[in-house]
């Protein structure tokens, strides 16, 4: 079992930037690929992006890529999503969640609760 909680999130005028963060605690945090995955009102649940285990892949859907950055620090049990330039677009709740999976995924076995973002034109 792993928990994961996103913080970070928040309201930000086009154009800028947030970096949201996911803590997990539970079982070994390594043995696991982490992703970022978001939901916009109204839509169903999107890809964003995805590390691996070890961070020596990582992968982002079309729509952010070049603005969106994932990385993961193992030894602190955290992954990021550094969100620049950022667009009316993006705004959505932002989960954080970890599985077994690799690739533009949305089969991952744990969730976080979830981070708003709200761009603002």
Do not use: H
Request: proline share 2%; glycine share 10%; charged share 20%.
């Amino acid at each position: 079992q792993v928990q994961l909680r996103e913080s970070g999130g928040g309201l930000v005028q086009a154009g800028g930037s947030l970096r949201l963060s996911c803590a997990a605690s539970g079982r070994a945090f390594i043995v696991y690929n982490m992703g970022w995955v978001r939901q916009a009102p109204g839509k169903e649940r999107e890809f964003v992006a995805a590390i691996s285990r070890s961070a020596i892949s990582e992968i982002y859907a079309e729509s952010v890529k070049g603005r969106f950055t994932i990385s993961r620090d193992n030894a602190k049990n955290t992954v990021y999503l550094q969100m620049n330039s950022l667009k009316p677009e993006d705004t959505a709740v932002y989960y954080c969640a970890a599985g077994r999976v690799v690739g533009a995924t949305l089969e991952y076995d744990y969730w976080g609760q979830g981070a708003q973002v709200t761009v603002s034109s």
